[in-house]
Structures are given as C-alpha cells and as structure tokens.
T-cell receptor, first 112, second 109 residues
Framework: DAGVIQSPRHEVTEMGQEVTLRCKPI?????LFWYRQTMMRGLELLIY????????DSGMPEDRFSAKMPNASFSTLKIQPSEPRDSAVYFC??????????FGPGTRLTVL | RKEVEQDPGPFNVPEGATVAFNCTYS??????FFWYRQDCRKEPKLLMS???SGNEDGRFTAQLNRASQYISLLIRDSKLSDSATYLC??????????FGGGTRLMVKP
C-alpha cells in the first residue's frame, strides 16, 4: 500500500508569495496531522484533523497559516503571505484512531 | 522548560558498543510513550512503543520511569545502520504527540 503522499517535495519561493502544501493520507486513516520541523524548534504539531474536522489548531503559528481537509483523502496547508522564517520541512502524518502515526516524506520549503 | 527534553548528542560510538539515551518529560499526565527514529533528510518512523514494565525488541530495550518522568532507550551491539536521530515522543492527550529535539547517534566502524 502507498504511504502518506506529500507534494511538492521541494518548494522554493519568494517572500510574500502564497505557498500550498498537499497531503494524501493513507487510505482508511481517520486522523491527519501537519507538523513543521526546524533545527531551532524541532518537530512541532501545527494542526490535526479527525474525520476531516480540525480538532486542534493551537500549534498554527499565526493567521498566515491555514489548513483544510475537504475530504478523507486530501488536505492542504497554505501559507499566505510566506516569510523567510517559514522555511522548514513540513510533514504530514496520518493514523487510524489512536494508533501509530505514519509520516509522509515531507516538503522542504525555502522562502527567500 | 521544554515538554520533552533530550540530550542532542551526537553520541559517537564504535560498532558493537552499547549505547543508552535518556529523555525527560514534564507533564505527569502523559499517557503513552514512544521512540521514533529519523534518518538524515527523511521522515520520522516509529521504532518502538514504551511500556510501563519495559519492553525489548531485538537489540533495543525501552524503559519508562513514571515516578521520575523519564524514558530510556538502550541499543546493544550497535550497527552502522543504527546511525540516525532518535526522537523521544510523548502522547499527553488524545492523539497529540509531543516530540523531543532528538538525540543523534553516529556508529563508527
């Protein structure tokens, strides 16, 4: 079975541009998570969904960040406008109920 | 204080050595505990869960001390392929995981 799929794998953009990261969870999983990883702050949970409904977005850094999950097989994380400090690796993960979280390969974002 | 703290290392050990990592957590209400492994420029992957009675998976042994709020991971007979960053992970509520900063292990020939 395919694992968690993320696209793009790499994104380079200029400050002020809109960035959209995409995630397809493992089929049948009912939880989806967005994480951000940086050298300074490590791996941080941004937001998570259960059955497509956002449950906790307290980790979203500010209003420039938004996430949606229109259906069970797709989610987006959008940054608008992007800033250099948003440069990081963004991981999507999914799980079935409270079981093991499986991570996607990540999107490496660089904002110039 | 961070919720989950780890020594970042790196721990440089020769092949065949035994190495141990510790991790402390601040929330006494934490319910579940895990070790994840992350290879360079890859995603984290579950290595093993940590149970109150301690548990072993091949060369890996995990232990939990709730009273002192620390978790340990012991790797015996280290292999070159064990070189990675080991993340201590705590589940405090629901399905929300809190990750430590990771401990980097480098196993040398």
């Amino acid at each position: 079975d395919a694992g968690v799929i993320q696209s793009p794998r790499h994104e380079v953009t200029e400050m002020g541009q809109e960035v959209t990261l995409r995630c397809k969870p493992i089929s049948g999983h009912d939880y989806l998570f967005w994480y951000r990883q940086t050298m300074m702050r490590g791996l941080e949970l941004l937001i998570y969904f259960n059955n497509n409904v956002p449950i906790d977005d307290s980790g979203m850094p500010e209003d420039r960040f938004s996430a949606k999950m229109p259906n069970a097989s797709f989610s987006t994380l959008k940054i608008q406008p992007s800033e250099p400090r948003d440069s990081a690796v963004y991981f999507c993960a999914s799980s079935f109920r409270l079981n093991t979280q499986y991570f996607g390969p990540g999107t490496r974002l660089t904002v110039l | 204080r961070k919720e989950v703290e780890q020594d970042p290392g790196p721990f440089n050990v020769p092949e065949g050595a035994t190495v141990a990592f510790n991790c402390t957590y601040s929330n006494s209400a934490s319910q579940s505990f895990f070790w994840y492994r992350q290879d360079c420029r890859k995603e984290p992957k579950l290595l093993m869960s940590v149970y109150s009675s301690g548990n072993e998976d091949g060369r890996f042994t995990a232990q939990l001390n709730r009273a002192s709020q620390y978790i340990s991971l012991l790797i015996r007979d280290s292999k070159l392929s064990d070189s990675a960053t080991y993340l201590c992970v705590v589940n405090k509520a629901g399905n929300m995981l809190t990750f430590g900063g990771g401990t980097r292990l480098m196993v040398k020939p």
